[in-house]
């Protein structure tokens, strides 16, 4: 059962931080740790660069390489992205980091950018670069191909989440902004209405897939939008813009689990999903 851990909070370094939930997977067990101090929500024990290396080893992005595919899943919420940057930067040197096939990247170049991603499945680099014709490099964000300075903006849709310390990450990142540059960062809120009813769920239930929108090991470290901002602030970056979105999800196929599903139908209304919706998206920029 979840208990008091030994592992310090990675990002306040306070050590009495509590398991609130653990799960298995890829043959182990793993703790979704919540700190004390600071609210940082994180998986432990750390998962290693190549434990993540093996999380990723399917092609997960195998789906996203038709014709109209990533246009039908992520249209809509790459349009409104690109209306966030839109409303703090007009032009640029812009970087979509993790950018899968690059529709984003096409949008943004569209839009008038001088946008390019990064994308570590080279599959997804190479069918994006030919179908979209948008410049795709199958490489790191940090591989060297960016000077320090050089750029306007990274895009971090889904992702900062996934890296293994992301404070040391988007600390890497302000180094290739230019004075002022701008980050945009999406990711779900792990104390959203959402998150706090499927939690309760699968406590009453024991099944800890009940809590979906908790993602350990997957998300190494889980945020709320405070342990977010303190985040964003341990890096040097300040909050330009702050606004919530909720996912349109198809409701369960029936049963128990549509029941269950009843009571978050409203988060998928417009004003409701503006002020309690489970996805945060930020807009940073780089403090002087
Ligand atoms: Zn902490």
């Known amino acids: ?46 998962p290693t660069p190549d434990d993540l290396s093996d999380f990723y080893a399917g092609d997960y992005h195998a789906g996203l390489r038709r014709p109209g ?41 569209d839009r008038g950018y001088d946008a390019e991603g990064v994308e570590l499945n080279a599959a997804s680099a190479a069918w994006g670069q030919k179908h979209y014709g948008v410049p795709i490099h199958a490489e ?23 890296t293994p310390h992301p404070a040391e990450f988007l600390r890497g990142v302000g180094r290739l902004l230019a004075p002022g540059g701008l980050v945009f960062v999406t990711f ?19 099944r800890d897939w009940l809590w979906a ?7 190494v470290w889980e945020f709320t939008r405070r342990s977010a901002e303190g985040t964003f602030a341990a890096a040097g970056f300040g909050v330009a813009e702050f606004r919530r979105h909720h996912p349109r999800r ?13 009571p978050t139908r409203p988060l998928g209304w417009p004003v409701v ?9 930020f807009v940073l920029r780089k403090a002087d």
């Open 250 to 262: 198809p409701p369960p196929p029936g049963g128990l689990l549509k029941v269950l599903s009843l």
């Open 213 to 219: 929108t908790c993602h350990v090991p997957l998300h």
């Open 69 to 109: 595919a990533a246009e039908a899943a992520f249209g809509d919420k790459y349009r409104r992205y690109a209306d966030a940057l839109g409303r703090h930067l007009r032009s640029g040197r812009v970087v979509d980091v993790g950018c899968s096939t690059g529709l984003l990247v096409r949008l943004l170049r």
């Open 140 to 162: 790191a964000l940090e591989g060297g191909r960016y000077a320090p300075g050089s750029l306007d903006a990274v895009l971090l849709t889904d992702v900062l989440e996934h």
């Open 1 to 46: 059962m979840p208990g008091v851990l030994a592992e310090p909070c990675p990002l306040c370094d306070r050590a009495d931080a509590r398991a609130v939930h653990a799960r298995p997977f890829a043959g182990r067990r793993w703790e979704l740790a919540r700190c004390r101090g600071c609210g940082l929500h994180f998986t432990a024990p750390t």
């Open 188 to 206: 779900p809120d792990i104390g959203s209405a959402e998150s706090w009813y499927q939690y309760l769920l699968s406590k009453a239930f024991r």
């Open 273 to 281: 999903r503006r002020l309690f919706g489970t996805q945060m998206e």
